[in-house]
C-alpha cells in the first residue's frame, strides 16, 4: 500500500512539472508547451491540448517562462523588438518664442462681457530645425476678456481687456504664453471737459468711441517657459503647401473677406408694412450692429 502511493505522487509531481508555465506582465499565466522563442515572439501550444494549434505571443508582453525542467527564461525591456523600440527625437522650444495670433471674429467693447472666452487662431505655424511641425496653423486658441468698459458720456472710451494663456501642441502639451491687451476707443474725453467749463452741461455729454479689435487682427503671444518634445511622431512640415495657389489659410480667407476691416454695412430687415416695426427684435439686432458698424466707420 504504502509503494502504490509512493508511485501515485511521484506521478502527480512529475505530470505537475511537465509543463511550461508563461507568466505575463500583468500577473496572469498560461500552461503551455513551448515549441520555439524567436527573437520577437514564443511559440507554443496550450497544454490543455498539445495536439491543437500553434500560438505565437511577442515577447514583449511576457515577464518569464517557467519550464517544465525548472528552468527560467526572465524577459526585460531589452527583449522588446528593434522595430518597435521608440526613437527620440528631441526639440526645446525656448522660452520667449513669440508666436503670431490672429482673431477669428470681431470684438467691441459694445457687446463683450468680463470672463468672456473668444477665439483666436494660430497663423503662422511653429517649426522644428528638422522640419517638425511643433504648433500647426490654424490651431484654435482660447482667450478671456479680462476687463471690459463700454464708452460713455463725457467721452469717456471704451476698453477691452484681453489674455491669452496658453497654446496647444500638436501632440497635445500645453504651452504656456503670455500676452496682455488693452484695446481702447479714441476718447473726446479731454475735448468734452475743456468745452464742458464754457458751455457747461449740454457739451458733457459727448460720447466717446467703443474699443473694437477687427477679425483678423494679428497680436504676438511669447512662450513663459522652455519646453522639450520627441518629435518622433511630430508631423512634418509640407515644404509644397506654400506653393500651391489654391490652398489658403484660414487667415487669408479671413482677411480677403474683411477687406473692410468694419466689414458690410448691416441690412435692414424688411416692414411688412409694420409702422411698429421699429420695436420688433428683428429691427433691435439690426439697429445695434448698424451702430458698431457706424462707430467703426468713424474711426
Do not use: H
Request: aromatic share 10%; with cysteine.
Amino acid at each position: 500500500m504504502k509503494s502504490i502511493l509512493t508511485v501515485i505522487l511521484t506521478s502527480v509531481i512529475l505530470f505537475s512539472n511537465a509543463q511550461d508555465i508563461i507568466i505575463y506582465k500583468d500577473g496572469s499565466e498560461k500552461q503551455t508547451k513551448v515549441l520555439k522563442i524567436n527573437e520577437d515572439n514564443v511559440v507554443f501550444k496550450k497544454y490543455s491540448n498539445l495536439k491543437g494549434p500553434e500560438y505565437t505571443e511577442s515577447k514583449s508582453n511576457i515577464f518569464m517562462i517557467k519550464y517544465e525542467g525548472g528552468d527560467k527564461d526572465i524577459f526585460n525591456r531589452n527583449s522588446i523588438p528593434t522595430k518597435e523600440k521608440e526613437i527620440e527625437e528631441n526639440y526645446t522650444l525656448q522660452n520667449g518664442t513669440l508666436i503670431t495670433l490672429y482673431f477669428r471674429e470681431a470684438l467691441t467693447s459694445k457687446q463683450m462681457s468680463n470672463g468672456q472666452l473668444v477665439k483666436l487662431a494660430v497663423k503662422d505655424e511653429v517649426v522644428s530645425k528638422d522640419g517638425k511641425v511643433i504648433i500647426a496653423t490654424n490651431t484654435i486658441v482660447n482667450g478671456r476678456i479680462t476687463n471690459v468698459k463700454n464708452a460713455a458720456w463725457a467721452g469717456q472710451k471704451g476698453k477691452i481687456g484681453f489674455q491669452v494663456n496658453n497654446i496647444k501642441a500638436v501632440d497635445g502639451t500645453s504651452i504656456p504664453v503670455y500676452y496682455n491687451l488693452n484695446a481702447e476707443g479714441k476718447s473726446k474725453q479731454a475735448a468734452a471737459i475743456g468745452i464742458g467749463m464754457l458751455l457747461f452741461w449740454p457739451a458733457l455729454f459727448i460720447k466717446g468711441k467703443e474699443a473694437i479689435i477687427n477679425a483678423g487682427q494679428l497680436i504676438m503671444v511669447e512662450t513663459m517657459s522652455s519646453i522639450n518634445f520627441n518629435t518622433v511622431s511630430f508631423p512634418k512640415k509640407d515644404i509644397n503647401q506654400k506653393l500651391d495657389i489654391t490652398k489658403t489659410s484660414n487667415y487669408d480667407n479671413l482677411v480677403s473677406q474683411n477687406a473692410d476691416p468694419c466689414g458690410k454695412k448691416p441690412k435692414s430687415p424688411p416692414t411688412f408694412n409694420n409702422p411698429q416695426f421699429r420695436v420688433t427684435p428683428a429691427y433691435k439686432v439690426y439697429y445695434k450692429k448698424l451702430k458698431i458698424w457706424e462707430d467703426c466707420k468713424k474711426k
